[in-house]
């Protein structure tokens, strides 16, 4: 592929004492659960921030399920009798559930394929399972008939990680009905082990219990334009929410302070197509923010050239690096990463439309090109321990760079290639 050299050395540089302060702002004002003041904080601060680097601002209003948790209980009465601590599934059905348990794995297709092979039957059964994708895996589960799910939660230290059971919707679908209809319950790794080596020695009879109120509500997504000479757009965004009542520094601080400071950074230049930038709402609950903007631009697609997704941009805690991107993209992408910054990709994936679950999703599916460059394997996301002082700003600083690289290029170029 034959790149620009020149425009790709008058890619800006970003600032890591800049970052670290927008990510500072953003983090201090605590867990940005939507539906709260923090949120709503949030929203002003994003806003705020655009306008001073952006020539238009606007805030759009979309519908979203609201999810206010109120119980969640697990109980064993054989082989022996406990409570186990734990949380809801988000948005998983309201009410009681009893009977054996019966083990999943990790809650995957051929998980379950495997299960109804072996003649275990799921039905009037809760279904254990190790994963991160509820909104997956309940569904499996509901769909063998299982009276309810418990999520074995991986995060270290006794955690319990806090996890939605819906990604996305479908056009019309009823937002009161959004999430799992049986009830769910996730605990820590450490009872998920207790329970399994229970269950290897026989049979364990179970009941849980879910509560939460759900009510539509109307939240909002910042949308900042920097005009170029024509019509074609490129978007980057980075959703502003966290998961209940966590700093989310990593997930997603630190996707905020990359867009506020990719959206500085190119201020200074007149580019040929427009640039914008979009801080989502909803994301962690459902991807609400993202799935409404892109439905509401549905006529306007051919114009938008790609879409770059800043999330889980960079911690400091073991991580990988993860590059996605449509396959058309993939070329581009990849050769700017690798000859021009020192992130080395670790793994790469064209994405896969069953992995419905940041905001590129709703884009891929409507064959908008994307890219997403983002850390994996920090065992501490979506947990308390997803704070400020696990995020190093010079390290945000390079992970910023990976995704400014192919936004400033598409930008600018003349020629589009690919
Ligand atoms: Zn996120």
């Known amino acids: 592929m034959v790149l620009s050299e020149s425009l790709i050395r008058a890619t800006p540089e970003v600032s890591a004492q800049s970052l670290a302060a927008n990510l500072e702002a953003v983090c201090g004002i605590g867990p940005r659960w939507h539906g709260t003041p923090a949120e709503e904080q949030t929203i002003e601060l994003m806003s705020e921030r655009l306008r001073a680097v ?19 209980s697990l109980q064993i009465a054989r082989p022996l009798q406990r409570s186990f601590q734990c949380v809801g599934v988000q948005y998983s059905g309201a009410g009681l559930a009893a ?34 994708r509820p909104y997956q895996a309940g569904r ?59 269950l290897s020695a026989g049979p364990v009879e ?28 490129v978007l980057i965004g980075a959703h502003y929410d966290t998961q209940y009542g966590l700093d989310g520094a990593w997930d997603n601080g ?87 910054t020192d992130w080395r990709i670790t793994t790469f994936r ?7 679950e940041q905001d590129a999703a709703e884009f891929v599916k409507l064959g908008v090109e994307a890219f997403w460059a983002h850390e994996e394997g920090n065992a501490f996301f979506h947990t308390v321990y997803d704070r400020l002082d696990t995020v190093d700003a010079a390290k945000l600083a390079r992970a910023t760079r990976v995704a400014l690289l192919p936004f400033h290029y598409l930008a600018h170029a003349e020629v589009v290639p690919f």
Request: net charge negative; charged share 20%.
């Open 254 to 340: 630190s996707g905020c302070a990359a867009l506020l400071e990719i959206a500085r950074v190119c201020a200074g230049s007149a580019a040929k197509r427009t640039r914008v930038f979009c801080a989502f709402g909803g994301e962690e609950i459902g991807l609400f923010g993202s799935t409404a903007f892109i439905r509401h631009r549905a006529g306007e697609l051919a114009g938008l050239l790609a879409y770059f997704n800043l999330d889980s941009t960079s911690g400091d805690v073991p991580y990988t690096h993860d590059l996605q991107t449509t396959e058309r993209l993939a070329g581009l992408a990849r050769e700017l990463v690798t000859a021009h």
């Open 54 to 72: 952006c020539d238009q601002v606007e805030l759009e209003e979309f519908p979203y399920a609201h999810y206010t948790p109120q119980a969640a």
């Open 206 to 233: 179970g009941r849980i219990e879910h509560r939460g109120i759900v009510e539509i509500r109307r939240s909002h997504n910042v949308v900042g334009y920097q005009w170029g000479k024509e019509g074609q757009r």
């Open 350 to 356: 064209n994405f896969n439309l069953l992995d419905h």
């Open 140 to 198: 499996y589960a509901q769909a063998g008939g299982a009276a309810g799910i418990v999520v074995i939660s991986d995060s270290p230290f006794g955690t319990i990680r806090q996890m939605t059971s819906q990604m996305g919707y479908e056009p019309g679908e009823d937002l009161a009905a959004f999430g799992l209809p049986i009830p769910g319950v996730i605990v820590s790794r450490e009872d998920g082990e207790l329970l399994l080596s229970l």
């Open 99 to 132: 009977g054996e348990l019966v083990y999943a794995g990790q809650g995957n297709q051929e998980d379950f394929q495997a299960l109804g092979q072996s003649g275990a039957p799921l039905r009037e059964r809760i279904v254990l399972m190790r994963t991160n």
